[in-house]
Structures are given as structure tokens and as C-alpha cells.
């Protein structure tokens, strides 16, 4: 990788709903960051799946897309990602040939193989199915990439189904994960892989794990070469002081995730009231190690960072916080760190 290669940012956004808020007010927010990040210079919109979590709002990905889409102009419009094992490989390359159709060149789909939520709701979505098993993910993800590109093979059971509208152009398909086993399953298949550093979950082999997928990439039709992006938690204000602010509302927030209590981002007053046990401490000193938070400067500079352990500059950008437009000016102030051309 150059020294010098440009950063090529993306948002991904969960949607989050702030204490007192509602998921209406946090799904508007959403098309308003991505009006905002459009102009500063980012190429992607993500948007992420979650269900039976009232702390984040975006449950159903693919209308959330085509909202965001309506509203802006260049940006790329993806998820990040869809659910795939809970639904039909056809009925997901059907929606997402619909958004193609109604944005061409401009949607990318993401898939996860994690439930985005707990077994009990996985269970609700799969009713009166059963829930499919971990080992059907990779079939799920051939048959949709057959039903989106129409090249399921002659000996397959659903030869001649066709996801429409048959016109549509082919979403860019990407996985997503932060274990080996999904940069593994891109790498068989061709595939771009987004992995998520902002999980925590083996974020130490993560530069191991995006090599895997490097090494053992197969050239395919939709993906010539190994395309690699790095989903990271990120928290930018002028001063280290106005970070701190805004970082411990999220810090609670979290150890209230943890506990059950979903009552969504509380604000900061609220938050530094909290007196954080040895154990609390403890436990976000290690999530910590997978989140910049810190002035421009230092964000540019950590970022630099994992571009070089990485090897890429391609980075999907997660910022939460309560205060939405402390969160827009996080974007921006990022967006300006890194030199995007349209950050001023």
C-alpha cells in the first residue's frame, strides 16, 4: 500500500435512539447524517440490522436504504449488513434488484451470518420454521449471488427463477464478519470483505484474519482482486476534553446494554453521575483498545496506523454518540483529518 494512498471513508450506521428519544427520530437522523456525509466527501452509507434491541433503531435495512437513496445524490446506499439466515436468498436479491433498479450504480449489499439479536428473537423471525443453521450460510450466500447476477447453474433446483425487476443492475455483494471463517468464505467466493474491527471480538488476529483473506482471494466475475475494508469505531471533537464528554455517555450506555437495560444513549450529564466499579473499568479499558476517540490529530494519526497493521486506507466509520450533532461534526471533523476533497 502507498504512503501516500488517499483514505476512502464510509459510514456505518446503527441507527442508535438516545434516552427520552424515539426510532422514528433516530431513522430521520439516519438521512440526515447521510445528507451530511455525501457533501463532506464519504463514498458509502451502511446501514445495519438489528431486532428486539430498542436502543437501535434499524431493523429492516433495505427501506432505511431506499430512503437514504431518495435523498441524496452520489453516495453509495448499502447494508451493513443483511441478516442472511434469516431470510430467502430470492426474496433478498428481489429487494435488492428493486433498489438497483431504482438506483442504479449506487447500492451495495452487505451480509452478516451473526442474528443481530438474541436466539429467542432469531427463533420469532424464523416462526413456524425453524431456525437454519450456521452451516447453510455459504449456500444462502451462492444461491443469492446466483438469483442477483442470473447465473444459477443449469443442475440447480431453482434454474430459471428470476429475481426481478429482471433489468437491474448487480448491487456490489460484500461480506461482512470479524472472525476468520467469514474472510475465509470471501475469500472462496470472490468477494469484497468488510471486517468489523468495532466488534472487539478477535480484533488482536485481526490483521491475521484480513491476511487469510488476502492470501487464499479467488478471482471471480464479481470481484478481480481482494477488495478489504475496515469497519472502526470512531469519535472526533476539537478538544480531548469535548471527547471525554461525549465518549461517557456511550460507555454507560454500553454497560446498560449489558445488563439488559435498553433505554438507549443517555446523555452525558446523566452518564457522569455513574461511579464505575473496578469490573466496569476493566471491561471498557479492553473495548477501548478497539475505538479512536481523540482530537483530529490523533484520530489521523491512529487511523495511519491501522491503515499500515491493515493494509488498506478504506475505512466504514461508526461514531455514537447522544448529542446528533456533535455526532455530524465528528464525521466532519474526520472527514477533514483525512484529507477528503470536499471536507472544508
Known sequence: ????????????????VRKGGTGGEALREAIALAVATEKLGYQRYWVAEHHNLPSLAATSPEILIGQIAAATE???????????????ALKVAENFHMLASLFPGRID?????????DQKTAAALAYPAGMRDARFYPELVDDLAGFLSGSLAPDHPF??????????????????????????????RG??????????????????????????????????????????SVLCAESQEEVDHHAISLKVSRLNM????????????????????????????????????????????????????FGTRDFGIVTICYDFGARVRSYGLVAEACGLVSAA
Open 1 to 16: 500500500m502507498p504512503a501516500e494512498a488517499p483514505f476512502q471513508l464510509s459510514v456505518v450506521d446503527q441507527a442508535p
Open 74 to 88: 452520489r453516495i453509495r446506499v448499502g447494508s451493513g449488513g443483511v441478516m442472511l439466515l434469516h431470510y430467502s
Open 109 to 117: 449489499l452487505g451480509l452478516g451470518r451473526a442474528p443481530g439479536g
Open 159 to 188: 434454474h430459471g427463477v428470476r429475481a426481478g425487476p429482471t433489468e437491474a443492475s448487480m448491487p456490489e455483494l460484500w461480506l461482512l464478519g470479524s472472525a476468520v471463517g467469514s474472510a475465509e468464505l470471501a475469500a472462496d
Open 191 to 232: 468477494l469484497p470483505f468488510s471486517y468489523a474491527h468495532f466488534f472487539g471480538a478477535s480484533v488482536g488476529q485481526g490483521p491475521a484474519i484480513v491476511e487469510r483473506y488476502r492470501k487464499n482471494f479467488r478471482p471471480s466475475k464479481l470481484c478481480p482482486e481482494p477488495k478489504l475494508n475496515i469497519a472502526i
Open 258 to 309: 449489558l445488563r439488559g437495560i435498553h433505554s438507549g444513549i443517555i446523555p452525558p450529564e446523566e452518564a457522569r453521575a455513574h461511579v464505575f466499579s473496578a469490573e466496569e473499568t476493566a471491561f471498557l479499558e479492553q473495548q477501548g483498545m478497539n475505538a479512536i476517540q481523540g482530537p483530529p490529530g490523533q484520530v489521523r494519526r491512529e487511523l495511519d496506523g491501522i491503515a499500515e497493521r
